[in-house]
Each structure stands twice: as structure tokens, then as C-alpha cells.
Nanobody, 125 residues
């Protein structure tokens, strides 16, 4: 299984980025997925997750990014997205795409079976 993120970079506060995650080697539409982030000082935390069908009604989002970030899942393209708007310096982190085991609707950390290598997001003030 290969999980590959892209779309990170350096952006000024208030700007936007869209992260993408492509997955190969498994049945993409059978797995809930999520985005996590980590800094050198903090544990890896769940940013947002979505169920296997990509149903927007099932998304779970970290409180501090609610209203600014939006997760989506395109099963036809086998791609997971994270649209990040109104970025803040505290959003600076390595962002990881996660694939969860079959049968769960929320991709919480205990259920993650595959990780991407991460993509760095840096927000300058």
C-alpha cells in the first residue's frame, strides 16, 4: 500500500492550501480516512476524518480548525483532500494522511493502518 501526500508549503497567515492524498494498493472506497498533524513539541493529533463513502455528514474536525478546514474524499479519483483556509501560524506542522481499518466510520488514531510520509505546512505571521 502506498499513501502519498502533496500540497504542503509555505504560506502567509490568512492564506490557503489544499492538501491531497492518493492511495494505491487497496480498495480506496472501503476505508475511512483522515488527516493528522504533528509538531516536534506535540503528539500527533487528528485534524479531520471522513467515512469510507466520503459522506460530508460524517466528518469529524478538530475544534481549532472548525470553519477553516474541510475534508473531502473522492472515491472515483482515489484521493483525499484537506482544504485549509484562513491559515494561522499555529497550524504549522507536518500533515499526515491516514487510512483506517475497514468497518469504522471515523478514522481515529487507534484504527489507523497506513500512514503517508507527511507534507510540511508552514504558516508565517
Amino acid at each position: 500500500v502506498q499513501v502519498v501526500e502533496s500540497g504542503g508549503g509555505l504560506v502567509q497567515a490568512g492564506g490557503s492550501l489544499r492538501l491531497s492524498c492518493t492511495v494505491s494498493g487497496l480498495n480506496f472506497d472501503a476505508h475511512a480516512m483522515g488527516w493528522f498533524r504533528q509538531t516536534p513539541e506535540e503528539e500527533r493529533e487528528e485534524v479531520s476524518s471522513i467515512d469510507s463513502a466520503g459522506d460530508p455528514a460524517t466528518t469529524a474536525t478538530l475544534y481549532s480548525v472548525t470553519g477553516r478546514f474541510a475534508i473531502s474524499k473522492d472515491n472515483a479519483k482515489k484521493t483525499l483532500y484537506l482544504q485549509m483556509n484562513s491559515l494561522k501560524p499555529e497550524d504549522t506542522a507536518m500533515y499526515y494522511c491516514a487510512v483506517c481499518t475497514r468497518g469504522v466510520s471515523r478514522c481515529a488514531r487507534p484504527f489507523v493502518v497506513h500512514w503517508g510520509q507527511g507534507t510540511q505546512v508552514t504558516v508565517s505571521s
